[in-house]
């Protein structure tokens, strides 16, 4: 445990001077990881402690990016007060989705079928409704002062993507050591032992999701106000569910730090593949490089490692 | 504490439970018996909520619960095991009984508490920091005893919890539900160990083919014909008398 605390330590004060002594590029490189693993902890609430696995995860994602985005251009919302309300619409979404899936008893792949449908209508929606400017997308007008949640300077957004990742990182911490996330570990483990056990495994079910909703909109809002333009594919696309699936599978679903490996190890992967295939002539024409790359190590981790990343780090000693 | 009358459960056309009758008073051990597939489990799993039954009444402390889900049941005291266990296989025995525990414990230190005490009771004690998925046999017996009695339950519905252990483990178990009556709680027990039956059970049902065929003190009910039959097979008692 102190052991942990140490390396916790260490790597904060490293997350904290990194803008101050690496270039603007890595800047940038190390707000996307605390941005990934910040909404890859969405999905590993209600995909990793809770089991719900979802396809569609960006219904939360671009509900969170449209409401506060809507609030400011057509209702002169200020941005920071948007945020909390796109957190709310998240998380009412995520209730809904709950509610009519677990509702008509579906479970599984049928379940994330129905979070995948979601997505996808909510892509169409937002691609043809008036209000959110359809296949347009919406602008944010520039005006960056950080009253109005934009920086001038990308390290503001670095230190408030690693705010955001702690939070989430504490978020986990407490489902680790509370009723709320034994009770959810619990309907993913074994729903019939649960319900036997006193768990209402449906209202669990639905307070996972909302509570997903709502981090996943927050992360919504933070990327609107970082480019300042979404559009559906960028907030609705089936990309960022699989982001969000990525970096929790792959670093360790239903554990503390997983959606944080698994964010280190893609954009890792990700940056890497990139300078390879711009450097090496003969990766040139293998262009979604990293795609591939992915694949690979989804298959790996999914053969080799299916609890992720994080079984790397764990004792050993604890199975033993 | 329960009184159960006149239930009836079928599956398509097989009428697994067929107008059952039993009730059991605060204190008491009662063991419910029958040969496999007598619809011991379904009466069960109708008394927990887990089946709607099709017909009767099922009252626990004066209160009608048909209807109720299972997690209702739960928390009005009455809890039941699985006779397939349903271990949480990738957390420790520690967390599995903490899940119960969490019933009416809020804070996770005395949730902890109460789990490592109850492991102690069941004489889990050295096994809370191994995974569920770990455990033998005998273990996930225990786990599922464990479990049920750490949501702090008045009734306990015991299913086959000594099914696959050997004679020592049964004598301790045997040991662990005496205890466990003992500190108030009331226990209905499903169970093919006679021996374990005998010693422990004040009063017994016995079920067959859906049908309650016998109930009463055990020496009533081995010198019932009926119930010789359901085990042996027609025409066995006479053979026995002979
Ligand atoms: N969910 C179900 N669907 C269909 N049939 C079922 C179902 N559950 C039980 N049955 C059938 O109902 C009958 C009673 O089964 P049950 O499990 O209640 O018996 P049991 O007395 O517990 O037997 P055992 O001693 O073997 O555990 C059996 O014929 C069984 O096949
Ligand atoms: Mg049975």
Sequence with gaps: ?320 | MLEVSGISKSFGGLKAVDGVSLDVQAGEIVALIGPNGAGKTTLFAALAGFHRPDAGRIVFDGRDIIGLPPHRICAAGMVRTFQITQPFAKITVRENIMVGAYLRIDDRSKARDRAEAVAAQVGMAAQLDRFGADLTVAGRKRLELARALATGPRLLLLDEVMAGLNPTEITEIVEVIRAIRASGVTILLIEHVMQAVTSLADRAYVLNQGRMIAEGTLAEIAGNPAVVEAYLGHGAAEVLRA
């Design chain 1, 1 to 320: 445990m102190t052991r942990l605390a140490f390396l916790l330590a260490l790597a904060f004060a490293a997350a904290i001077t990194l803008p101050l002594v690496a270039p603007g590029y890595l800047v940038d490189v190390g707000m996307l990881v605390f941005f990934l693993a910040f909404i890859g902890q969405s999905w590993n609430i209600s995909g990793g402690f809770a089991g719900q696995t979802s396809f569609g995860h960006a219904v939360f994602f671009g509900t969170g990016a449209y409401t506060s985005t809507i609030l400011q251009i057509t209702f002169g919302w200020n941005a920071w007060l948007a945020w909390p309300a796109a957190m709310l619409a998240g998380a009412i979404v995520g209730w809904i989705i709950a509610v009519l899936s677990f509702r008509a008893g579906l479970r599984g792949s049928y379940f994330a079928l129905i979070t995948l449908a979601f997505a996808e209508a909510f892509r169409i929606l937002a691609n043809s409704l008036s209000f959110t400017h359809a296949g347009l997308g919406m602008l944010i007008k520039a005006d960056p002062r950080p009253a109005n949640f934009q920086f001038k300077d990308p390290i503001w957004f670095y230190y408030l993507a690693l705010a955001l990742c702690i939070v989430s990182l504490l978020i986990a911490w407490q489902l680790t050591r509370g009723r709320l996330g034994s009770r959810l570990v619990a309907v993913r483990e074994n729903e019939d032992a649960a319900r036997a056990l006193g768990i209402d495994v449906f209202a669990e079910k639905v307070k996972a999701l909302s509570l997903a909703g709502a981090i996943a909109a927050a992360g919504g809002t933070f990327y609107a106000q970082k480019y300042l333009y979404i559009d559906p594919n960028i907030a609705f696309g089936v990309d960022k569910s699989i982001e969000m699936l990525l970096v929790t599978m792959v670093g360790g679903a239903g554990t503390i730090f997983g959606p944080l490996l698994g964010a280190l190890a893609l954009t890792g992967i990700n940056e890497v593949t990139r300078t390879l295939a711009s450097v090496v002539p003969a990766f040139k024409n293998v262009q979604p490089l990293s795609l591939i790359v992915y694949g690979v190590m989804l298959m790996l981790i999914v053969g080799r490692l299916p609890d992720g990343l994080a079984r790397l780090f764990r004792r050993v000693d604890r199975h033993a």
